[in-house]
């Protein structure tokens, strides 16, 4: 016997799966928050360089090597 997915998702207290996807997605979020400010504690050229690409690695690379490709 199958349980349709609007059943086991539908909103209430007594939904399983809906509680443990609400927690599973706060506490991916906590992990993710603590995760980032350990990093930005820790390695604050590495935290600096989150959301900018590879663009902006493979720059600051080459500045370090000495050789700067456009």
Request: glycine fraction near 8%; proline fraction near 6%.
């Amino acid at each position: 016997m199958s349980v349709p997915a609007s059943y086991l998702f539908a909103p209430g207290p007594y939904r399983a799966c809906t509680r443990a996807v609400k927690e599973a997605v706060v506490a991916a979020l906590v992990i993710g928050l603590v995760y980032g400010a350990v990093l930005r504690a820790t390695k604050p050229t590495v935290h600096a360089r989150i959301g900018l690409g590879n663009e902006a690695f493979q720059l600051e690379k080459a500045a370090e090597s000495g050789a700067v490709h456009h």
